[in-house]
């Protein structure tokens, strides 16, 4: 499948709106007409206010934060925390165990989850919540989560303030549901792996697992609406042909199909 062109105020938009994700190593050409309207996904309504500093549930908050990495470490899953960096469908598409092929259906999967991110930006600017590393020594900060900010930029020192919701998750989260109306014999593979991909966040010290959890509401309404769009049914399809040819599977899944 081919991409149409982007334009260059789409492609603005969508890279200021995904702070909160790192620069991938490639991405995917966006098609010319987004999915998604301006401000069809309203983050700081739908979702409630993040802990208040200083209160118990901020402190419990941390304190899982702690945890996570401690557990991590004993898990021998930092490592994967840290390439989950990527802004890339590839990193959840790897219960599929892809050989070769499918590289359209992952371009389009990451397109399409790169606006389910970009949905978050309103709400990050709204609640300005500081990143966990910020708001404590003790918390570690494998793999420079940063990406690109120069330590001590106004582009650092702004990102370290979007804690709250996290636009990893809800890249995450859409991730597995775009691949999930592709390939739903492996639903619960690839929703169990966008659920770790968000968590990958919480052990690298970026997020908190109340912005997962704010982050992965974000992803699943932002999705719903891209399987609304006509011209996503289209692309859908057409992508759904090519990652399945690629894994050997039936050209058409077994049951409905969106």
Known sequence: MKFRRACFSYAVLLVCCSAALAQPAAQPAPAAVPYLSSGQVNSVALL???PAAGSEAAAADLKAVRAEQRAA???????????????????????LHLNAGGDAALEFATHAALEASAATGAAKRYWHRARPYIVSP??????GIAGGNPPGSAEARAWEYTSYPSGHSAFGTACAIVLAQMVPEQRAALFARGRSYGQSRVIIGAHFPSDIEGGRLIGTVTAAFLLQNPQFQVDLRAARAGLRQSLGLPAEPPGPTP
Do not use: L, Y
Request: negative net charge.
């Open 48 to 50: 409630g206010p993040p």
């Open 73 to 95: 470490h004993a898990e021998g899953t930092i490592e994967r925390a840290e390439a989950d960096n990527q802004a890339s469908c590839g990193r959840v598409a790897d219960v």
């Open 138 to 143: 003790k918390v570690e900060t494998p793999g």
